[in-house]
């Protein structure tokens, strides 16, 4: 089972630059969610989805955006990269009443 | 308001031995659920125990326990027989019906090591 799957694994960015965090799960989970981690800080929610055709911001969704098309699918966008978004991502899907299956993280590097 | 408090950025333990990871929240509601994840040194994010509101045992998964106290609004989780296998990152997180859509709030973790 394949559960969450997010790729790249790894990327370095050159301030300015954009580029998409893919993240698929094979769950049928509706609610599907992102967050970025950064050193003694925890997890902050970034975007969050209830379903395909249906998101919303978090806590820290500036400089990013998502698209929910399928419920399958939840990328999230990184427009003009900066340093501040230097960050280990992790996206996640739910059911309603449950806990996170998380995929196993993008380690991004905005230099 | 912080949802989630671990208050020990730091624990350590000596293999065989127990620990307990300290965890207290902040809610109003009466529904919610209580999760605690570990995230080894490779990264990912493990789902290790639930224990919800209403529930009148502690969880128990394995080795790890859920010493859940809802006065004192405390979700302690405990690793018995510790192993070296278990130095890691650990995370309490709160899901309540405040949550937006099933959101979990997440505390800033502990660090774990355990030493031969």
């Known amino acids: 089972n394949a559960g969450v799957t997010q790729t790249p694994k790894f990327r370095i960015l050159k301030i300015g630059q954009s580029m998409t965090l893919q993240c698929t799960q094979d769950?049928?989970?509706?609610?599907m969610y992102w967050y970025r981690q950064d050193p003694g800080m925890g997890l902050k929610l970034i975007y969050y989805?209830?379903?395909?055709?249906?998101?919303d911001k978090g806590e820290v969704p500036n400089g990013y955006n998502v698209s929910r098309s399928t419920t399958e699918d939840f990328p999230l966008r990184l427009e003009l990269a900066a340093p501040s978004q230097t960050s280990v991502y992790f996206c996640?899907?739910?059911?309603?009443?449950?806990?996170?299956?998380f995929g196993s993280g993008t380690r991004l590097t905005v230099v | 308001a912080q949802k989630i408090t671990q208050t020990q950025p730091g624990m350590f333990v000596q293999e065989k031995e127990a620990v307990t990871l300290d965890c207290t929240y902040d809610?109003?509601?009466?529904?919610?659920?209580l999760f605690w994840y570990k995230q080894p040194s490779s990264g990912e994010m493990i789902f290790l125990i639930y224990?919800?509101?209403?529930?009148?045992q502690n969880a128990t998964e394995g080795r790890y326990s859920l010493n859940f106290q809802k006065a004192r609004k405390s979700a302690n989780l405990v690793i018995s027989a510790s192993q070296l296998g278990d130095s890691a990152m650990y995370f309490c997180?709160?899901?309540?019906?405040?949550?937006?859509?099933?959101?979990?709030?997440f505390g800033r973790g502990t660090q774990l090591t355990v030493w031969p």
């Open positions: 769950m049928n989970h509706n609610y």
């Open positions: 996640a899907s739910s059911p309603p009443s449950y806990g996170y299956t």
């Open positions: 997180a709160m899901k309540d019906r405040g949550s937006t859509l099933g959101r979990l709030y």
């Open positions: 809610t109003s509601d009466q529904s919610y659920g």
């Open positions: 224990q919800g509101s209403y529930d009148e």
């Open positions: 989805s209830v379903g395909a055709g249906i998101t």
